[in-house]
């Protein structure tokens, strides 16, 4: 276990990896953390839903039974398409049917919208399956970084069990084949406005197509949402409600509300006003006009909201994102919390968007079309840049104030200051932190590129570098590496050497952490030229030590130790102490490899020395764990457990389970060493519950030497 390895090249050292917790009996009563929960992703299930009767005969006809046949035919048919017009309920029965029958899915629910559809991105499959595997919970570091690696793993993940999928929102079949499963008990249920005819003819998908509502059902909605004696009053009128309504559900409930909200008006009332609106838009008509069906209705209610209230709602639809947070949507229309969050529940209130959970909205993808067109005709180009500035910066703001939180020793840089109103707040522990990127991943992704692309340059280059620690941590590497590649080309756009060489170091790490060394290495070099250019010696410095990484695991000693040492020149010139206790730290590796003992503990011992004395605890573990090593080589034996012990208390208290299973197997070999077959196997047993379920290819040693010391192995 003498070459176990596990660095990062820059920032990602200095805090706890918050990946899932795995592992049985552990040493010292380090209590074994509880099974994971099965994931229940399924959005809240839609109230007032029309009956939808035969399509929900249809899902149950080929709901799985137990020996994975369908209920009816006896085929094994695990596909389920729901095709249809925006607006039409694809999604509410969807969800509805899924909510009915997910106790028989005793192994999980999974839920992903694709946004096909709509103003932003659409998802791409590859993070679709990156998210799908993390709720199955599979270790974030055993997740491929193709696409198609990633889909076999899926695939063998669901191999026996029992999950039901529901993908929303799909455009094409490419989009989703990925995500099918091929295990009979599971089953997926897909949403989309395309009749995905390559479904049914591959995977024998069953589709089902729905249509508008029939007039009767229309009217069936409107009396169980505005009473039953205002329709059966005015029969005639709620009938024309509907089919100005074209029988959608959406913009029925949105109508129902402003009727429900108006008990003295008479529905003939709400009949002429819709017409005369319809009149008034007749002239906006266009051909392949998606809104064309529902503008009257969005319009009508969009026209009775005070004007507080229309404006906040037109400006929401300038947000990239799928979903938009309390504090983020307060940011976009410059307004308080409180009024922000009075502002959404309205909005909630009248159908015009949606609390799918708790402290997140979203707008259908047809009411932020129509949001999108208002802001674009009610709000000056300047009016809509300053809104998008507002919501850029709070997201600058607080990904900075995650990153002092998570990375108090990573890459600073200026930010453009935070107006007053737009609401900042600091995250009081690393897991908060750690919690509200993983709330906002998507959302940041997609304000990335909107900056790049509507020329806020500054913005798309600064919050990849803000961000970058959060994507190392949780192993998005293609994610990572995509964001530093924009914000590349945005820095150079921007005319910014300091932005050239932030990202150029960043894509160093991303593409040695995918083993792609030869790129990591030009873009290693790249960062030294520009951040010379620049002085930016922590960028200098951790550029060199990356190119000296990628030598050493080359087996370019030399090279590296060269490389190394110019690293701990800058950081020792400019008073980088943690990045000169790195560099010590890995030439005492180089040392170490080399057979050079005395020198190799002297380095790593006044590293630990240099980290200790600015409390940067994880990296005083990363630094005493191989000074363990190199004790246990030099035949001290007293010392290396010692220094192993101290590794090991601080790797568990940061949650790093990769480390601490490493660790305990150093120590089963210094236990070895001094004739303690006891102590010996308690560790080593530790160390493989730990590293096996990860993946870790030093898992395969500790076995060997379980098995050549004849102690089983537990399975």
Known sequence: MHTARNESSGDAEAVVQAGTVYGGVNLLGHAAPPPSPPPRQLPIDPTRFVNREQTLNRLDEALPTVDGTTATSGSAMTVAAIAGAPGVGKTALAVHWAHRVRQWFADGDLYIDMRGYGPGPALDVGQALDAFLRALHVPAEQIPTDTEGRATLYR???????????????????????LL???PTCMAIITSRSRLSGLVAREGASRMTLDVLSPEEAIALLRDSIGGDRVSTEPGAAAELARRCAYLPLALRIIAERIANAPYATLAEFVTDLALVDQQLDALTVDDDELSDVRTVFSWSYRALPEERARFFRLLGLHAGSDISIAAAAAIAGVSLPQARSLLDQLTAAHLIQNPARHRFLLHDLLRAYALERAQAEESPEQQHRARRRLYTWYLWTAEEGRKVILPYSHAIALPPAEPDIPVTSPGTVAEAMAWFERERLNILDAIRQADELGDHDVAWQLPVVSDGFFELKSYWADWRDVHLIGLRAARSAASRLGEAANLRCLGDAYWRMEQRDTALDYYRQGVNASRDVDDHWVE???????????????NIEEAIDLYGQAREVFRNYAITRGEGMSLLSLGN???????????IAHYQEAVSILDSINDQWSVAWASYPLGLAYQQAGQTDEALQQHERALTLFRRFDDRRSEGL?????GDTFHAIDRPDDAQRCWQQALQILAPLGDPHAGTVKRLITQSNIPTNG
């Open 590 to 600: 180089c040392h170490r490899v080399r057979g050079h003992l005395d020198n190799a």
């Open 663 to 667: 660790t305990l197997a150093a120590l």
């Open 181 to 183: 499963p091929a295990t």
């Open 541 to 555: 410095g951790f550029c060199l030590r990356g190119q000296g990484l990628i030598h050493e695991e080359s087996g």
């Open 156 to 178: 063998s993940v669901l191999a026996g069990k029992r999950v039901l999928i529901v993908v929303d929102n799909v455009s094409t079949v490419g989009q989703v084949r990925p």
